[in-house]
């Protein structure tokens, strides 16, 4: 099932220059062309990122927040 807008993905790395680390969660904003990369909204910024670079946010895991 392919992710689309308005879901929550999972960050699957470390994007430092944001302060954003692997496991953060965001929400899809926009779906490039034929899902070549997506505009994913996170607290503090907004990204353009490769479909490699998140995962669906499973409906087991809870939100967190860290410092």
């Not at 062309?33 to 087991?60: H, I, N």
Request: proline share 3%.
């Amino acid at each position: 099932m392919p992710i689309v807008e308005h879901e929550f993905v999972v960050l699957t790395r470390d994007v430092t220059e944001s302060r954003l680390r692997r496991g953060d969660v965001g929400v899809v904003v926009h779906v490039y062309g034929d899902r070549e990369a997506y505009e994913v909204e996170f607290s503090q910024c907004v990204l353009t990122l490769r479909p490699d670079d998140v995962r669906r946010k499973d409906e087991r895991e809870e939100l967190r927040v860290r410092e």
